[in-house]
Protein backbone atom coordinates (compact mmCIF):
# COMPACT_ATOMS: atom_id res chain seq x y z
CA UNK A 1 0.00 0.00 0.00
CA UNK A 2 0.71 3.42 -0.26
CA UNK A 3 0.11 7.08 0.78
CA UNK A 4 0.06 9.72 -1.78
CA UNK A 5 0.16 13.79 -1.04
CA UNK A 6 0.44 16.21 -3.42
CA UNK A 7 2.51 19.89 -2.84
CA UNK A 8 3.73 22.32 -5.12
CA UNK A 9 0.10 24.11 -6.35
CA UNK A 10 -1.07 27.77 -5.93
CA UNK A 11 -1.75 30.52 -7.73
CA UNK A 12 -0.07 31.50 -10.93
CA UNK A 13 -0.50 33.88 -13.94
CA UNK A 14 -0.80 32.53 -17.45
CA UNK A 15 2.18 31.99 -18.97
CA UNK A 16 3.64 31.22 -16.13
CA UNK A 17 5.25 28.08 -14.56
CA UNK A 18 4.89 25.40 -11.82
CA UNK A 19 6.48 22.38 -10.41
CA UNK A 20 3.68 19.74 -8.56
CA UNK A 21 5.39 16.91 -6.60
CA UNK A 22 3.65 14.11 -5.10
CA UNK A 23 5.73 12.10 -1.55
CA UNK A 24 4.79 8.42 -1.49
CA UNK A 25 5.68 6.58 1.62
CA UNK A 26 4.71 3.29 2.12
CA UNK A 27 7.21 0.18 0.56
CA UNK A 28 8.34 -0.45 -2.89
CA UNK A 29 7.58 2.74 -4.47
CA UNK A 30 9.36 1.92 -7.74
CA UNK A 31 7.12 -0.87 -8.44
CA UNK A 32 4.25 1.68 -8.79
CA UNK A 33 3.47 3.29 -12.43
CA UNK A 34 2.19 7.11 -11.61
CA UNK A 35 -0.31 9.19 -12.33
CA UNK A 36 -1.70 12.92 -13.07
CA UNK A 37 -5.04 13.94 -12.79
CA UNK A 38 -7.34 17.12 -12.69
CA UNK A 39 -10.77 18.13 -11.83
CA UNK A 40 -11.86 21.43 -12.84
CA UNK A 41 -15.74 22.36 -11.31
CA UNK A 42 -18.32 20.79 -12.34
CA UNK A 43 -16.39 18.93 -14.90
CA UNK A 44 -14.76 15.19 -14.64
CA UNK A 45 -11.73 14.24 -13.83
CA UNK A 46 -9.06 14.59 -16.49
CA UNK A 47 -5.85 12.60 -17.70
CA UNK A 48 -3.32 14.78 -17.59
CA UNK A 49 -0.08 12.55 -17.37
CA UNK A 50 1.14 9.23 -16.76
CA UNK A 51 4.91 7.62 -15.95
CA UNK A 52 5.52 3.80 -16.40
CA UNK A 53 6.72 1.71 -13.52
CA UNK A 54 10.47 1.67 -15.50
CA UNK A 55 10.61 5.51 -15.63
CA UNK A 56 10.72 4.86 -19.97
CA UNK A 57 7.64 5.78 -20.84
CA UNK A 58 5.28 8.64 -20.40
CA UNK A 59 2.04 9.68 -21.79
CA UNK A 60 0.59 13.19 -21.75
CA UNK A 61 -2.80 14.24 -22.24
CA UNK A 62 -4.00 16.30 -25.59
CA UNK A 63 -4.64 19.35 -23.76
CA UNK A 64 -1.01 19.58 -21.77
CA UNK A 65 0.87 18.01 -24.25
CA UNK A 66 4.37 19.63 -24.93
CA UNK A 67 3.85 21.62 -21.82
CA UNK A 68 3.51 19.81 -19.18
CA UNK A 69 6.58 17.09 -17.98
CA UNK A 70 6.35 14.45 -15.60
CA UNK A 71 9.32 12.57 -13.95
CA UNK A 72 10.25 10.31 -11.03
CA UNK A 73 12.72 10.12 -8.45
CA UNK A 74 12.67 6.83 -7.17
CA UNK A 75 15.08 7.66 -4.35
CA UNK A 76 13.17 9.99 -2.97
CA UNK A 77 9.68 8.44 -3.56
CA UNK A 78 8.37 11.37 -5.34
CA UNK A 79 6.83 11.92 -8.81
CA UNK A 80 7.09 15.74 -10.31
CA UNK A 81 4.66 17.62 -12.93
CA UNK A 82 6.97 20.37 -14.62
CA UNK A 83 4.18 22.57 -16.24
CA UNK A 84 4.78 26.07 -18.13
CA UNK A 85 3.10 28.03 -20.71
CA UNK A 86 -0.19 27.63 -17.81
CA UNK A 87 -3.55 28.91 -19.45
CA UNK A 88 -6.46 29.68 -17.27
CA UNK A 89 -8.23 26.61 -18.22
CA UNK A 90 -5.46 24.64 -16.28
CA UNK A 91 -7.00 25.42 -13.37
CA UNK A 92 -7.86 22.55 -11.34
CA UNK A 93 -7.18 20.57 -8.29
CA UNK A 94 -4.26 18.07 -9.23
CA UNK A 95 -4.66 14.51 -8.34
CA UNK A 96 -1.73 12.15 -7.82
CA UNK A 97 -1.71 8.21 -8.29
CA UNK A 98 -0.24 5.12 -8.13
CA UNK A 99 -0.98 1.34 -9.51
CA UNK A 100 1.09 -0.89 -8.54
CA UNK A 101 2.92 -2.84 -11.70
CA UNK A 102 3.76 -6.83 -10.83
CA UNK A 103 6.31 -7.01 -13.42
CA UNK A 104 8.94 -4.24 -14.53
CA UNK A 105 7.21 -2.83 -16.92
CA UNK A 106 7.21 0.33 -19.27
CA UNK A 107 3.34 0.86 -19.10
CA UNK A 108 2.57 4.20 -18.66
CA UNK A 109 -1.72 4.04 -17.43
CA UNK A 110 -3.92 6.82 -19.03
CA UNK A 111 -7.48 6.20 -17.34
CA UNK A 112 -8.32 6.82 -13.96
CA UNK A 113 -9.85 3.04 -13.27
CA UNK A 114 -6.15 1.58 -13.26
CA UNK A 115 -5.11 3.28 -10.62
CA UNK A 116 -5.51 2.29 -7.17
CA UNK A 117 -4.39 4.81 -4.77
CA UNK A 118 -4.97 8.71 -4.87
CA UNK A 119 -3.58 11.66 -3.26
CA UNK A 120 -5.89 14.54 -1.61
CA UNK A 121 -4.97 17.12 -4.30
CA UNK A 122 -3.17 21.06 -4.95
CA UNK A 123 -5.41 23.34 -5.94
CA UNK A 124 -3.39 25.33 -9.07
CA UNK A 125 -4.92 28.45 -9.87
CA UNK A 126 -4.11 30.60 -13.03
CA UNK A 127 -4.82 33.83 -13.80
CA UNK A 128 -5.57 35.58 -16.83
Known amino acids: QVQLVESGGGLVQAGGSLRLSCAASGRSFSAYAMGWFRQAPGKEREFVAG????????NYGDSVKGRVTMSRDNAKNTVFLQMSSLKPEDTAVYFC?????????????????????WGQGTQVTVSS
Open 97 to 117: AAKRMLVFSAYAPISSDEYTY
Open 51 to 58: LSRSGEST
